[in-house]
């Protein structure tokens, strides 16, 4: 969930006016909206929380914290007002104070016990300033200062204010007064001469120097970019660099090697992205960076640790090692002339480690915890975190599980606790959660020892409590308003206080509120508002104020159990006092609250198999595939190469091809004709009543014993879990949708009879709506990716109409699953429609028999 808090300049110079008759402040606040309207383009935007900050002193700064909504964030910050000295260091103490606020309680710094980069709140410090001198109350600052004193308890434990996972970005305006005659530069936006520069690199962030409005614009997409979760750690070489590679990709020695000279890779400071888990949406990990100490039981407190952790890598090639099972962590580094270097040596299959100083117990290097590779691809480079000193651990694992097949020996367990005796204490516990995760037998004691001395612990647990009431106190503050200068003081002697109670005014004020006497009409001007008649109090007209049902009026009996009723079932669609205009009226203020409608959105749901090729809505064809991430269909199971080849002349197929092929591409032939009184239309169904021929077969219906073996047939469907609907005897041409004869009626007994008085109902006009409908709706169910086939059954059932224009629904249902390859589905679709085609020949036969009989 990122966290973006805006930290506006209110200082009296963003009073100034630019060009178009702005100010800087009302430029500041345009910003804003149009950085939310473009982050709000990205679905992970529902997650975002915002924060609001200005110049003011703490805590009245805060507009906008933790609890605020985002309605209250937009309210604040369009009451905003330009007034007071430039005191960018405090209001950045206060920010970075802000978002630090419940880090000690959740752990998430994790001190002592080194810092996982799964566990962080990535929060982006978006200020807008326009980088004037810095003023506060002892005069003109040349340089940025953030106060050292902060209120928060436990801010003593890191040096900076800020953490790992905060970054600052700033916003100049530079916006000339007047309309420039120059051309406007096109190209990347500079980065400010001004103080908060240096700030804004050091924690990973930059700054801008806006000059134009357009160059604005290209800033707050820039911005939206920026969002990423991750870390930033500083990187920095150790050890002389490696020999140069040829164009071959081989080491070349006779190439001269500068190691001495500085190289900008040699030193980077950038950010490590941590995606989340694409199941949970939070990011997993298991192995933390190492502290730059080593945790002893006699230490009396903590040593501050850096915001940004320094990882050293050597250039020494070495293979890359990994073991089954084994789990590891893959982080992929921002671009940086390190990450370029790395690639531009072309060397996938070798890698560099990583250390942390002091980390180890024996070594003032340290032992590895990782290394630095460049993608297979030569795409990225990415930081693989391992457990500490893994080359000697995984050989160790490696004989466990091949050798000894999970044995252990005497000679392998000494060799296993000289390796524990070089691990950080609080490496134990993920060593020890991995090894169960790789079926490994207990190998570590359950009696874990975190390695901090009681005292330390005492502590942490203090300043928690303490960071919990800070934390409710800066809270409570959020919002409230400076207080403004009370000036002189003038105490009121004209005699003794008198309660308002015995006021005359008031009294009499209060009886016309009440009722009991009429308002003063004296002072409306009746001429102002001509045509209007003015209605006067009914003195008849009491509230409502029953607390006896006998005092109810009979004549309002009705009306008042009404009410009770609505009151209690609450049956009312809208608030008390609200209409139905009113509930659709929202005040401009309110009109592009955009957020606060995303945040009752259900989650989207994830993709059933991240594996299957996303669908690309390309112009014209909304269903064209990717070709490149094409896998077979879920129908193609069931076909297997002939189907898939084009037939050239001459090219013999298969029978079962042939008749597949001949069964799916016979629809549209019949949908090309030109097909008239009321037969099928190009889209595939009746547009006109049906001829006289089918009314007839229809009015003749269809033997009972004929629709039990159709329905019978279907029940075998249902076995396959296709159809599942109790209580109906038949699916296709049964007498639910069917019209049955007056002579057919006698003989089919009480069911058909209820049957027949429900289809005689129906007009052909109301068939042919309903038959519309179902049309659509059977488009909609072929669409629809994977096997449940039920709904479409279900509505084959509900065709009204003969049997004939029902076999025209099963064709068209045929040809929208020929356009989306449901091959398993025309299969059941075409033994259905041999079973109407039996049917509708048998029906013929026993017709033409009984006229021949007669």
């Given amino acids: 969930m990122p966290i973006l808090l805006f930290l506006i ?14 100010s800087y402040l009302d430029i500041a606040k345009g910003a804003v909206e149009l950085f939310l309207k473009l982050r709000a383009r990205d679905p992970a935007s529902r997650g975002d929380r915002y924060m609001l900050v200005t110049y ?11 609890k605020e909504n985002h309605a209250t964030f937009m309210s604040e910050l369009k009451n905003l007002q330009a007034s007071g000295l430039t005191t960018l260091g405090q209001a950045l103490r206060s920010s970075f104070d802000l978002l630090n606020l419940n880090r000690l309680i959740s752990g998430i710094d994790n001190y002592g016990q080194g810092r996982n980069p799964f566990f962080l709140e990535p929060s982006i410090l978006i200020t807008i300033t326009d980088g004037n001198k810095l003023t506060s109350t002892a005069g003109v600052q040349e340089e940025l200062h953030l106060p050292l004193n902060s209120p928060l308890p436990g801010s003593e434990l890191t040096k900076e204010p800020f953490r790992w996972d905060q970054r600052l970005f700033a916003l100049v305006l530079r916006l000339p007064g ?15 001469e001004s103080a908060i520069t240096q700030m804004c690199e050091v924690t990973g962030g930059r700054s801008y120097c806006v000059r134009t409005q357009r160059m604005l614009n290209q800033c707050l997409e820039s911005l ?45 400071h950038k950010l490590i992205y941590v995606r989340p888990n694409s199941k949970t949406g939070v990011p997993v990990g298991h192995w933390p960076i190492p502290e730059s100490f080593w945790p002893d039981q006699n230490l009396p407190s903590l040593p501050p ?45 070798t890698c560099w480690q990583v250390f942390v100083t002091s980390s180890g117990k024996y070594n003032e290097l340290g032992y590895p915890f990782g290394y630095l590779k460049a993608s297979t691809t030569l795409t990225c480079v990415n930081l693989f975190v391992m457990p500490y000193n893994y080359p000697v651990l995984l050989p160790l694992l490696d004989d466990l599980f091949k050798v000894h097949k999970l044995k252990a020996n005497l000679k392998w367990r000494q060799a296993f606790d000289s390796y524990l005796k070089t691990l950080p204490p609080y490496y134990l516990l993920p060593l020890k959660k991995a090894l169960r995760m790789m079926g490994a037998p207990n190998l570590i004691s359950d009696n874990l020892d975190c390695g901090l001395s009681y005292s330390v612990i005492s502590y942490l647990k203090k300043l928690s409590q303490q960071t919990k009431l800070e934390s409710e106190r800066i809270l409570a503050s959020v919002g409230k308003k400076p207080p403004q200068e009370i000036g002189i003081r003038v105490k009121n002697h004209s005699g003794v206080g008198v309660s308002l109670t015995h006021s005359k005014n008031f009294r009499k004020l209060l009886k016309e509120i009440i009722g009991e006497s009429a308002p003063r009409l004296t002072e409306l001007n009746t001429k102002e508002f001509a045509g209007f008649q003015l209605g006067l109090l009914n003195k008849d007209l009491k509230p409502q104020t029953y607390r006896n049902a006998y005092d109810i009026p009979r004549r309002g009996l009705l009306d008042q159990l009404t009410r009770m009723r609505s009151n209690l079932l609450k049956t009312h669609k809208f608030i008390v006092g609200q209409d139905e205009d009113s509930l659709h009226s929202v005040p401009v203020a309110q009109m592009g609250n955009y957020q606060e409608y995303l945040k009752t959105l259900a989650s989207p749901l994830r993709e059933i198999d991240p594996d299957q090729p996303k669908r690309l809505h390309t112009f014209g064809n909304p269903f064209k595939q990717d070709k490149k991430g094409m896998m077979i269909d879920e129908a193609d199971e069931f076909v297997a190469g002939p189907q898939n080849k084009v037939k050239r002349p001459g090219e013999a197929s298969s029978p079962l091809s042939s008749k597949r092929r001949r069964n799916v591409m016979v629809i549209p032939e019949v949908h090309e004709e030109k097909m008239e009184n009321g037969q099928l239309t190009p889209d ?19 033997p009972h014993n004929q629709l039990d073996s159709l329905s019978d047939d279907f029940a075998s469907l249902r076995k396959d879990g296709l159809i599942h609907k109790p209580g109906t ?15 057919d009626r006698k003989v089919s007994g009480t069911s058909a009879l209820g049957t027949v008085a429900n289809a005689l109902q129906i007009t052909p006009a109301m068939a042919q709506g309903i038959n519309a409908d179902i049309k659509h709706q059977l488009m909609k169910e072929v669409r629809k990716f994977g096997r449940k086939y039920e709904r479409i059954f279900i509505l084959l059932e509900e065709v009204q109409g003969p049997l004939a224009v029902k076999k025209q629904f099963v064709e068209f249902t045929i040809k929208e699953a020929a356009r989306f390859k449901r091959r398993v589905l025309i299969q059941y679709l075409e033994k259905v429609l041999e079973k109407i085609d039996s049917h509708h020949h048998l029906n013929n036969v026993n017709h033409i028999n009984s006229r021949s009989s007669c």
């Fill in 305 to 349: 640790r850096t915001s940004h952790p320094v990882v050293r890598f050597s250039c020494v090639d070495c293979e890359p090692m990994v073991i089954d099972k084994l789990p590891f962590d893959k982080y992929e580094l921002e671009p940086s002339p390190l990450t370029q270097y790395i690639l531009e040596r072309k060397s996938p299959h």
């Fill in 684 to 702: 595939g169904f009746l547009s006109k009543p049906a001829p006289p021929e089918l009314m007839n077969m229809a009015r003749d219906g269809i």
């Fill in 729 to 743: 005897n038949a699916i296709l041409g049964g007498s639910k949708s069917g019209s049955v004869s007056l002579e």
């Fill in 56 to 66: 003011d002193e703490p805590p009245y700064c805060i507009k906008a914290g933790w």
């Fill in 178 to 192: 007047l309309a420039s005659t120059e051309p406007e530069q096109v190209g990347s936006v500079p980065t400010d």
């Fill in 224 to 268: 939206v970019q920026k969002i990423q979760s991750g870390v930033v750690i500083n990187f920095e070489k150790t050890g002389p660099d490696p020999l140069p590679v040829g164009e071959d990709g081989l080491m070349d020695s006779a190439r001269p090697s500068n190691s001495f000279a500085a190289q900008p890779w040699h030193s980077c």
């Fill in 9 to 22: 300049d209110t200082s009296a110079s963003m009073n100034q006016r630019t060009d178009l008759g702005t």
